[in-house]
T-cell receptor, first 112, second 113 residues
Framework: DAKTTQPPSMDCAEGRAANLPCNHSTISGNEYVYWYRQIHSQGPQYIIHGLKNNETNEMASLIITEDRKSSTLILPHATLRDTAVYYCIVRPFAGGYSTLTFGKGTMLLVSP | NAGVTQTPKFRVLKTGQSMTLLCAQDMNHEYMYWYRQDPGMGLRLIHYSVGEGTTAKGEVPDGYNVSRLKKQNFLLGLESAAPSQTSVYFC????????????FGQGTRLTVV
């Protein structure tokens, strides 16, 4: 699996947009970008994933650069409950079985 | 709909004791995984299964065994617990295709003294 690089921590004010970057410069053409988050002591929670196009769901938006070497997760209106560790993961699309490989992620602290 | 359920939630073992952690999912998922998480670290994959009767080693399999006798259950065994196995253990499940999300349990906090 391709490796990812994320900043260890970020701060965001409540109500503002949180933009979490992820670098995956060695990503292959058949690898998806996934985002999960882990609120303190809980199991990780799926947020969103994409291959080439930008994606949006009720939780967040995912912006993938045209060369696919980096992406940004956007939480449009961060709340205190969004304080968590956010993991960016790349995962092959096909060619056998694929697991989820977690790095250390970004600790997002949302403050009042 | 319970999702992924882990049993037990907490356990304290003495060095050398054995135990089994149970993971049960009710979503008919093919994939199941066991991860461990140590303080300040991301999750590391111990073992995984791509279907009933199959298992495979992950990143840190030593000291653990697994079984998948039924599709809905994935068991993680510690035959002779060591203090280095003190950790939080998470189970997850997903459909077979890689473009689907994985669902995680709430974790089992294991302390080996």
């Amino acid at each position: 699996d391709a490796k990812t690089t994320q900043p260890p921590s970020m701060d965001c004010a409540e109500g503002r947009a949180a933009n979490l970057p992820c670098n995956h410069s060695t990503i292959s053409g058949n690898e998806y970008v996934y985002w999960y988050r882990q609120i303190h002591s809980q199991g990780p929670q799926y947020i969103i994933h994409g291959l080439k196009n930008n994606e949006t769901n009720e939780m967040a938006s995912l912006i993938i650069t045209e060369d696919r070497k980096s992406s940004t997760l956007i939480l449009p209106h961060a709340t205190l409950r969004d304080t968590a560790v956010y993991y960016c993961i790349v995962r092959p699309f096909a060619g056998g079985y694929s697991t989820l490989t977690f790095g250390k992620g970004t600790m997002l602290l949302v403050s009042p | 709909n319970a999702g992924v359920t882990q049993t037990p939630k907490f356990r304290v073992l003495k060095t050398g004791q054995s135990m089994t952690l149970l993971c049960a999912q009710d979503m008919n998922h093919e994939y199941m995984y066991w991860y461990r998480q140590d303080p300040g670290m991301g999750l590391r994959l111990i073992h995984y299964s791509v279907g009933e009767g199959t298992t495979a080693k992950g990143e840190v399999p030593d000291g653990y065994n697994v079984s998948r006798l039924k599709k809905q259950n994935f068991l993680l065994g510690l035959e002779s617990a060591a203090p280095s196995q003190t950790s939080v253990y998470f189970c997850a499940s997903s459909y077979l295709f890689v473009d689907t999300e994985a669902f995680f349990g709430q974790g089992t906090r294991l302390t080996v003294v």
